[in-house]
């Protein structure tokens, strides 16, 4: 595992990505014959790197993903998705360049050629370490990760869904991908496009939230740590077959979700978490309102 304080050691597979000049070899593929990884063999409790984790790696960056993959401190990889100008999908969050990148605008301005020239900007705790190289695609992350390890693509765009569908499906990994948005009537849309449909709350619309109004069509209810107690109670009641609390960047913030009923974390630093045991009881399954 990898500690925060030190140096980031690169592996000879992340070095040859952090230039975003060289393409960066894909993970190893798994054995001739053998199925995509899906979301069906997850265990009990899940920890997704948030944006690869972005308090250690540059976010939503190749290398980051990579190094986040090596690590295996996290059971799924978390990925941005934003449509440019030509229908690309690309890994970005911010709907414009001016925060994370060397560029600045609305990413949908921009062409798949114009988006060549972008150079993601690490954050500046990360970049005695990291180098400024292109963000990838959303069909780059698919080919390099894609059945190795379990994807959350969060939709951006709403109008990038269809798309987003079919290159999941044409790749078969249907059961290997959660697709998030905030919106219900994009996750149900999800659902209806035969997607692993994933719906994130905040912690004031939770206060309102009948969560059981999207059990029929949401696999993973994302709520934010933040909640009070008794809506992250009502939220791991819901009978939605997963709850994971976002964005939980601490050892006590984690105990507590936990403790509360949330079988799962989405975090900026992985590897943090996953190097220091929970204190306190940890309920695996979600309990059933009744």
Not at 92 to 113: I, Y
Not at 158 to 166: P, T
Not at 174 to 203: C, D, I, M, Y
Request: proline share 8%.
């Amino acid at each position: 595992m990898v500690t925060l304080a030190a140096p980031v050691t690169l592996t000879a597979v992340t070095a040859l990505a952090v230039s975003g000049l060289t393409p960066a070899p894909a993970p190893a593929a798994a054995p001739a014959g053998r199925p995509p990884l899906t979301v069906d063999a997850l265990p009990p409790v899940v920890y997704t790197a948030h944006r690869g984790g972005s308090l250690e790696v540059p976010e939503n960056s190749m290398s980051g993903l990579v190094a986040a993959y090596e690590r295996g401190t996290a059971q799924v990889l978390d990925v941005d998705s934003r449509m440019l100008r030509d229908g690309t999908l690309v890994a970005m969050h911010d709907a414009t360049l001016n925060r994370t990148t060397d560029h600045t605008g609305p990413v949908r301005a921009l062409t798949m050629k114009q988006w060549r020239q972008v150079r993601i900007r690490p954050d500046s705790a990360l970049r005695a370490t990291w180098q400024p190289e292109r963000p990838p695609t959303i069909a780059e992350v698919l080919d390099r990760f894609g059945g190795k390890v379990v994807l959350m693509l969060e939709a951006k765009d709403a109008d990038s869904l269809k798309s987003l569908a079919r290159m999941v499906h044409a790749r078969g990994l249907t059961r290997s991908v959660f697709v998030n948005s905030n919106k219900p009537a994009v996750a149900e849309r999800a659902h209806r496009l035969g997607l692993v449909s994933q719906l994130w709350r905040s912690a004031k619309q939770m206060r309102n939230d009948r969560f059981t109004r999207f059990k029929p069509y949401v696999d993973v209810l994302d709520v934010d740590y933040r909640a009070r107690d008794e809506d992250l109670q009502r939220a791991v009641r819901s009978g939605i077959p997963r709850v994971w609390a976002h964005t939980v960047n601490t050892p006590h913030q984690r105990d507590r979700v936990l403790r509360l009923g949330c079988d799962g974390v989405i975090t900026d630093a992985p590897g943090l978490l996953s190097r220091t045991p929970v204190k306190g009881p940890v309920r695996a399954q979600p309990l059933t309102e009744g």
